[in-house]
């Protein structure tokens, strides 16, 4: 079984830039999970998604960050414009009723 | 109320020792309680998980201790390796994975 795929692994911008990542979840995985985790702490709940459907984006900064399922498959977290205060891995997990398959991460650092 | 408590911030032992991680919660609405390790570099990998309705939870070298009374659970780690070596996150959620909160982490380090 392939795990959860993310892309970029690593990328680098500068403020006010706009940024994109992209994750493929575990197939027939329907609820989707978009996290930041900023080093030396715990991962932090962005948004989650059941199929295309958005559950809680209660703490998803929504003046500057943006997500979409389409299909209920892929899905695109994109922060417009970036602060500095973004810099941190953005990790996407899928999951099966409760057990959450995280994938690798996208490292991001803002200059 | 929605946040879970960990400690220690980072724990070193021996080989074979047993360590201890500790995590509270205030939200009684929780009802799944997730250990995660994570590796550099990589993501969260779920190593057991318990729901409130037992008070122990065993699978191979690691258990959970739950009292739900108190609000808190442990994580245990029998006979500890140098490759168990990484961080450790409890976390939360309400049933479905609804509302999902990680603890700020342990950095665990067995010295060989």
């Known amino acids: 079984e392939a795990g959860v795929a993310q892309s970029p692994r690593y990328k680098i911008i500068e403020k006010r830039q706009s940024v994109a990542f992209w994750c493929n979840p575990i197939?027939?995985?329907?609820?989707l999970y978009w996290y930041q985790q900023i080093l030396g702490q715990g991962p932090k709940l962005l948004i989650q998604?059941?199929?295309?459907?958005?559950?809680?984006d209660s703490q998803l900064p929504k003046d500057r960050f943006s997500a979409e399922r389409l299909k209920g498959v892929d899905s695109t977290l994109k922060i417009q414009p970036a602060k500095l205060e973004d810099s941190a891995v953005y990790l996407c997990?899928?999951?099966?009723?409760?057990?959450?398959?995280f994938g690798p991460g996208t490292r991001l650092t803002v200059l | 109320q929605q946040q879970v408590k960990q400690s220690p911030q980072s724990l070193i032992v021996q080989k074979g020792g047993i360590p201890i991680i500790n995590c509270a919660y205030e939200?009684?609405?929780?009802?799944?309680f997730p250990w995660y390790q994570q590796f550099p570099g990589k993501g969260p990998a779920l190593l057991i998980a318990?729901?409130?309705?037992?008070s122990e939870k065993k699978e191979g070298r690691f258990t959970i201790s739950f009292n739900k009374s108190a609000k808190q659970f442990s994580l245990h780690i029998m006979d500890s390796q140098p490759g168990d070596s990484a961080t450790y996150f409890c976390?939360?959620?309400?049933?479905?994975?609804?509302?999902?909160?990680f603890g700020p982490g342990t950095r665990l380090s067995v010295l060989p």
């Open positions: 997990a899928s999951a099966s009723l409760n057990e959450q398959f």
């Open positions: 197939s027939g995985h329907a609820t």
């Open positions: 998604f059941q199929n295309n459907g958005v559950v809680d």
């Open positions: 939200n009684t609405a929780f009802d799944y």
């Open positions: 318990i729901r409130p309705d037992v």
């Open positions: 976390a939360a959620s309400k049933w479905y994975g609804q509302n999902f909160v």
